[in-house]
């Protein structure tokens, strides 16, 4: 009656989730998992969960798992519940007695994690939370399904990852964790991810941590596949954070605590300059760790998919998808933006959002062009929503950014991936460089915006 009585309060007990300044850090411990949703006190989004609430697989692809660390529950081991430890691949699937995931680098039925990367991200989606131990993972009802495909290096083979895959999928995981960028993915690794989202799984997707733009990144740019970026404790994009189009919302991943993997010391094997051996183990028995990177950004959105889908079995991986990014927190600037996306994830507001809504602001480009034989200023992007009532194109000038012109007539229908406005440039005298500002107003009536520049170059 006592644990029931705790989780009904919805705040577990901890220590490393209620402390702060364990390395001398100026925030919690666990400022990212508080950040998302997850705070020590009311309203927590633990609290919203259901009593029905139903296990939920979650492949997690990547360096494997330490399933024996004390703070890591047996319960949150995924079992493949057609396969016994008998040397005879029971379930046919072409895998002998992989009981609980498979070791595709070695081609063992043991994904033991040896660098320390996928315990990390495994460990802020399950560790056991509420145990008095250690620190608090999103969902206790997840069932991690380790897939190992990266060794020591970080580094993987696009057949391990697309078998992989399929495996995930086959094997019923309703979300599957990739945090390895993918910056370029062959046609095998593009064809498994697009078969997982067709089986119905949440596919997310680290957005890299080259600071660059994912344009033409393999994986990044599937429709379907959320790329997350990673913030710091200001909710400012991560400089190490890749950016752009595809990225479809972020989450915190900076100095974020997980579960160290028995004998690693990531930061050390991935070859950081300057590191300090150990320097990143927290607890008095070493058996936490901390990093930085786009990956654990990562694990927090799988974590929280995992979560929805706990409460909400029957929402489908794109309705829990769309849940996640449409009810982001929006961050840095206004509205969808290419170094955030649609913005911080919100467990709280992600698990109320309405499965069927969406909206859509997007600006594809600006050009100069001639109409009629007059210059015009020809917009062009996407103004849509699943219930849509209208969309406004406005602009100011970059030196007054709020003196707004609303140089066309608004949208009472919706534009997909077609001309927004073409603005007559004799309009536009005054000044050389406009922000466009483009909202669009859904029937119930949310707005989204996006904004975006529009340079005429120097003054002819
Ligand atoms: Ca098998
Ligand atoms: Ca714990
Ligand atoms: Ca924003």
Do not use: C
């Not at 989780?7 to 400022?31: F, K, T, V």
């Not at 989606?125 to 250690?134: E, Q, T, W």
């Not at 495909?149 to 309703?174: E, F, K, P, Q, T």
């Not at 849940?323 to 919100?346: C, E, F, K, N």
């Amino acid at each position: 009656m006592l644990a029931a009585a705790v989780h009904a309060q919805g705040i577990p007990n901890d220590p490393l989730y209620r402390s702060s300044g364990s390395w001398g850090q100026s925030y919690p411990d666990q400022w990212g998992l508080q950040r998302i949703g997850f705070p020590p006190t009311e309203p927590t989004a633990w609290t919203l969960e259901s009593p029905q609430a139903q296990p939920v697989t979650v492949a997690v692809i990547d360096s494997g798992l330490d399933y024996t660390h004390p703070d890591f529950p047996r319960d949150a081991l995924w079992r493949n519940p057609q396969e016994k430890l008998n040397g005879i691949d029971d379930d046919r699937n072409g895998y002998i007695d992989d009981v609980i995931g498979w070791n595709f680098v070695e081609d063992t039925n043991n994904p033991w994690d040896r660098s320390g990367h996928g315990t990390l991200i495994a460990g802020i989606i399950a560790a056991a939370s509420d145990n008095g131990v250690g620190i608090a993972g999103i969902n206790r009802h997840a069932r991690i399904m380790p897939l190992a495909v990266l060794n020591l290096a970080g580094r993987g083979r696009s057949s391990d990852i697309a078998a992989a895959i399929d495996y995930a999928a086959a094997h019923g995981a309703r979300v599957i964790n990739l945090s390895f960028g993918g910056e370029a993915a062959s046609p095998v690794e593009v064809q498994a991810v697009q078969r997982a989202l067709q089986a119905g799984a949440v596919v997310v997707l680290a957005a890299g941590n080259l600071g660059r733009d994912t344009a033409g990144f393999g994986l990044a740019n599937i429709p379907g596949v959320l790329v997350v970026a990673a913030t710091d404790t200001e909710d400012q994009r991560a400089r190490f954070s890749n950016f752009g189009r595809a990225v479809s919302i972020s989450a915190p991943g900076v100095d974020i605590l997980g579960l160290r993997a028995r004998g690693t010391d990531l930061v050390r094997t991935s070859g950081a300059a300057a590191y300090r051996e150990r320097a990143a183990l927290v607890g008095s028995d070493g058996g936490y760790y901390r990093a930085s990177g786009t990956s654990f950004a990562a694990a927090f959105v799988s974590g929280v998919a995992s979560w929805i889908l706990a409460q909400r079995p029957e929402l489908t991986g794109a309705q829990v998808t769309r849940m996640m990014v449409q009810s982001a927190r929006d961050i840095g600037p206004p509205g969808v933006d290419p170094l955030t996306g649609y913005g911080l994830i919100d467990a709280r507001a992600a698990l109320a959002a309405d499965p069927e809504f969406w909206t859509t602001a997007q600006i594809d480009h600006v050009e100069l062009t001639l109409r009629d034989g007059r210059p015009v200023v020809r917009v062009t992007g996407t103004a849509d929503a699943n219930q849509f009532a209208a969309a406004h194109l406005r602009l100011a000038p970059v030196a007054y950014p709020n003196d707004w012109i609303e140089p066309a007539a608004a949208l009472t229908q919706p534009v997909r991936a077609a001309a927004l406005a073409e603005i007559d440039v004799q309009s536009l005298r005054g000044s050389r460089r406009w922000i466009a500002q483009l909202v669009v107003t859904h029937q119930n009536g949310r707005t989204r915006e996006t904004r975006h520049l529009i340079d005429l170059g120097p003054a002819p």
